[in-house]
T-cell receptor, first 115, second 115 residues
Framework: AQKITQTQPGMFVQEKEAVTLDCTYD???????LFWYKQPSSGEMIFLIY??????QNATEGRYSLNFQKARKSANLVISASQLGDSAMYFC????????????FGAGTTVTVRA | DAGVTQSPTHLIKTRGQQVTLRCSPK?????VSWYQQALGQGPQFIFQ???????QRGNFPDRFSGHQFPNYSSELNVNALLLGDSALYLC??????????????FGPGTRLTVL
């Protein structure tokens, strides 16, 4: 079964507007971490933001915020005030608890920012 | 502060050949993970090295092997290459600690083409 589901293959957003990227996850662990990464066309995976399962507040990092809804098992990324440089592939990933060190990634969402 | 580095950037091999990819972690990081990313998909976990030992392995055949050196750098070896091994190979490094201290940071990747 897929652990991370990203249902939006591609999205267009106007410069300076906000965009929300959807991510749902599946785990039976109580302790887990959720990550968002950005992958420009160059290929490097850039870490954006982290949310722990026990964190009570939604994570924020500059223009990035994470809308964490634990009961619904969703961890949506919000990018505010979009810039042309935000055009990239975005991946949601999860690391489960215990001795599981791997990241499980979704299929990604391509974001294109229009001027 | 140098980030994660990988070499080579690109590689072209023929079926049946063997390949070695290299990775140097970020300063202060002692753990290296390898991922395979096929075109249009999210990365898939191959294995993780810690203290020069393979700590966790994903669902990849024995043709995929690795090594970690005392300076924490790592190699990924793939034997008997198949056309399906064509992909972007990403290395990620991390340091010990509780999340999010142990966040994985990625290198630029090595693009392997098997003809």
């Amino acid at each position: 079964a897929q652990k991370i589901t990203q249902t939006q293959p591609g999205m267009f957003v106007q410069e300076k507007e906000a965009v929300t990227l959807d991510c749902t996850y599946d785990t039976s662990d109580q302790s887990y971490g959720l990550f968002w990464y950005k992958q420009p066309s160059s290929g490097e995976m850039i870490f954006l933001i982290y949310q722990g399962s026990y964190d009570e507040q939604n994570a924020t990092e500059g223009r990035y915020s994470l809308n964490f809804q634990k009961a619904r098992k969703s961890a949506n990324l919000v990018i505010s005030a979009s810039q042309l440089g935000d055009s990239a592939m975005y991946f949601c990933a999860m690391r489960e608890g215990g001795n599981d060190y791997k990241l499980s990634f979704g299929a990604g969402t391509t974001v294109t920012v229009r001027a | 502060d140098a980030g994660v580095t990988q070499s080579p950037t690109h590689l072209i091999k023929t079926r049946g050949q063997q390949v070695t990819l290299r990775c140097s972690p970020k300063s202060g990081h002692d753990t290296v993970s390898w991922y395979q990313q096929a075109l249009g998909q999210g990365p898939q976990f191959i294995f993780q090295y810690y203290e020069e030992e393979e700590r966790q392995r994903g669902n990849f055949p024995d043709r995929f092997s690795g090594h970690q050196f005392p300076n924490y750098s790592s190699e990924l070896n793939v034997n008997a290459l198949l056309l399906g091994d064509s992909a972007l190979y990403l290395c990620a490094s991390s340091r010990p600690g509780l999340p999010p201290t142990d966040t994985q940071y990625f290198g630029p990747g090595t693009r392997l083409t098997v003809l």
